[in-house]
């Protein structure tokens, strides 16, 4: 284990929230001398840590302890830690090509250890209760919370106590039973779970955990701002000279109680106090449409949320119908500083979800997919412009528990017994034809291609993400050219069924493919769909009008629009014709 360098003791107070009253830090759960509110504010000598930083960040690993001046920790022997933050922050080119939004990043916050974001709460809260004697505690949650808890306080040597709603799936109720925490099981949704929890907290005389009031949860989020900084500084350069580190123009998260934004924000507030960055971004909540208290509350302009009491979303994990103080200081930040809070519905999650999963590689849970959901709705609306720097925080991996992802079809099943692959005896006279019962007629079957796709397309990148679509979605045979010549020719010889043509290539352009293939008796009645960059001119278009079946700007499509075109052309539903 890499080891530390200690921490520079540091002055840290508390401010109030509501008041302003200034009172010495203090542990677990402090409340406003002046005033008796429970929302406090960690401040820090500023001054002094931006002479440290970042310099001295140079020596330290790339975990969310390198922050560790600002992080209100005092002594080390208190820390738990398994790794947590640190998370890779990943160029997104194939979905940020789809959409025409060249500069899309993904926090990738499924690397922590139990593969959500809450792990950074889980390390600071559980560090701080260690720190401050606590050896029992009770907390509610929606899942990750409970999981994340469960693991460092194992870690902590605390008992944890954790009350679910009912409908958190039975495997992260297994979970959390693993890491040896207590399981209850509260038959209603979440707002009403947080009540029995804080009840029975309060009838054992244990400590319960206060969610976003806990000063230790919205510090820990900070950490994702710090690092979001200085890798968009890596990757980008810095904005200005004197300036280190970088500032997106939309932070996206899909939000319950909101801590992550408020962490966010309130990073990103210090590091502009301090002039490590040169501007505040804007920030993206998103909920899911059948539970987005903040939302509705946002669109009638209303300062204080006004609570959800029956949540429809299967979104589970941020199915909280009140989300508390969090909205109340999201609203001023949006207010202040542009930014916005919106809905997705389950369908547009669901959907969201397998894209990233198909196009990047990532699998995520339900609730990460909604902030990409969100991402894809505000750039259609125009709200997020496509130039902009883009961040959306991935919170969580998806749990092979979600059994409603995947349609019935997903396994496909090879018989293949130990004689499979044996080869045949010697005397067999001629090899015995192979049928589809066989291990080698199975392995067919699996590749049984229906349809011929030809993509003419001279950008690489841009033909390899077509074809990537097509080959996640449906049976199709692909054959591909990179010219317009070479397209015409490729076409002449395979006649496919389908042509995906683009309109700006060096030899030949789409337009004299097009003239061409008209102009053959054989070729003139492949449906061709050509997808452009180009803005196309009226003369443009009353020479593509009536030659194509469709027209796709590129960066302006989804998958599904261009897969429902090529369904419905090449008819769908009489594949075997
Ligand atoms: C908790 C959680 C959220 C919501 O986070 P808040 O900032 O607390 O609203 C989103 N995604 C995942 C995976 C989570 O676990
Ligand atoms: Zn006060």
């Known amino acids: 284990m890499q080891v530390i360098p200690a921490a520079i003791p540091m002055n840290i107070e508390l401010e109030c929230g509501r008041c302003g009253h200034r009172q010495a830090f203090s542990l677990p759960t402090p409340v406003c001398n002046a005033c008796k509110h429970d929302w406090m504010e960690v401040r820090y000598d500023y001054d002094r840590i931006r002479r440290l930083w970042p310099d001295i960040l140079r020596q330290r690993p790339f975990t969310m302890w390198r922050y560790r001046e600002l992080l209100p920790v005092r002594r080390d ?57 606590v050896t029992e505690m009770v907390v509610a949650s929606t899942g990750n919370v409970a999981i994340s808890y469960s693991a460092y ?180 930040v949006v207010q202040e500083h542009g930014g916005i809070f919106e809905s997705v519905t389950d369908e547009e999650t669901f959907r969201a979800l397998h894209i990233l999963a198909k196009m990047e590689g990532l699998s995520i849970e339900p609730a990460a997919a909604a902030a990409f959901a969100g991402l894809f709705k505000l750039l259609n609306m125009g709200i997020i412009n496509r130039n902009d720097t883009i961040v959306v925080c991935c919170s969580g991996h998806t749990f092979p528990v979600e059994k409603f992802l995947l349609e019935e079809d ?37 590749d049984k291609r229906v349809r011929q796709i030809a993509i003419v397309e001279d950008n690489i990148e841009a033909a390899r993400l077509l074809r990537r679509i097509l080959q ?46 008209k102009a053959d008796m054989r070729l003139k009645d492949i449906p061709v769909i050509v997808i452009t960059a180009k803005e196309l001119s009226l003369k443009d278009r009353q020479r593509l009008q009536g030659q194509i079946q469709m027209l796709l700007q590129k960066g302006s499509f989804m998958d599904e629009d261009l897969l429902q075109e090529i369904n419905a052309l090449l008819g769908k539903g009489n594949e075997d014709k």
């Open 153 to 332: 306080s194992a870690h902590a040597g605390i008992k944890l106590w954790t009350f679910l709603p009912s409908l958190v799936p039975p495997e992260k109720m297994r979970e959390i039973a693993i890491y040896g925490s207590e399981v209850v099981k509260v038959t209603a949704n979440y707002d009403i779970t947080k009540k029995v929890a804080a009840e029975f907290a309060e009838h054992r005389g244990i400590l319960a955990d206060r969610g976003i009031r806990n000063t230790g949860t919205r510090e820990s989020m900070k950490t994702i701002a710090f690092e979001v900084a200085e890798q968009l500084a890596a990757q980008l350069g810095p904005p200005q000279p004197g300036i280190p580190w970088r500032t997106p123009d939309w932070y996206i998260q899909a939000v319950s109680g909101g801590m992550g934004p408020v962490g966010f924000w309130k990073g990103y507030e210090e590091m502009y106090q301090m002039g490590l960055i040169n501007r505040l971004p804007k920030l993206a909540m998103i909920q899911a449409a059948g539970c987005a208290p903040m939302v509705n509350s946002f669109r009638k302009n209303l300062p204080v949320a006004e609570v959800v009491t029956e949540p429809t979303t299967r979104v589970i994990t941020i199915a909280t119908g009140a989300p508390g103080p969090a909205y109340e200081y999201l609203y001023r």
């Open 77 to 133: 022997d208190f820390q738990i830690t398994m790794g947590e933050g640190g998370t890779a922050l990943l160029r997104a080119n194939n979905l940020g090509m789809m959409l025409g939004a060249p500069n899309l990043f993904i926090k990738d916050e499924r690397q922590n250890p139990t593969n959500s974001f809450k792990d950074r709460q889980a390390a600071m809260v559980i560090s701080m209760m260690k720190e401050a004697g």
């Open 472 to 517: 996640t979605h449906g049976e199709f045979q692909i054959v591909e050219a990179h010219t317009g010549k070479e397209g015409l020719a490729l076409i002449r010889e395979t006649r496919p069924d389908l042509v995906l043509l683009d309109l700006m290539m060096p030899d030949m352009d789409g337009f004299a493919v097009i003239d061409h293939l």
């Open 410 to 446: 997903w396994l496909k099943v090879v018989p293949a017994g130990p004689e499979a692959l044996e080869t045949p005896p010697p005397e067999a006279a001629a090899p015995t034809p192979v049928t589809s019962t066989s291990f080698l007629g199975a392995l067919d079957q699996l």
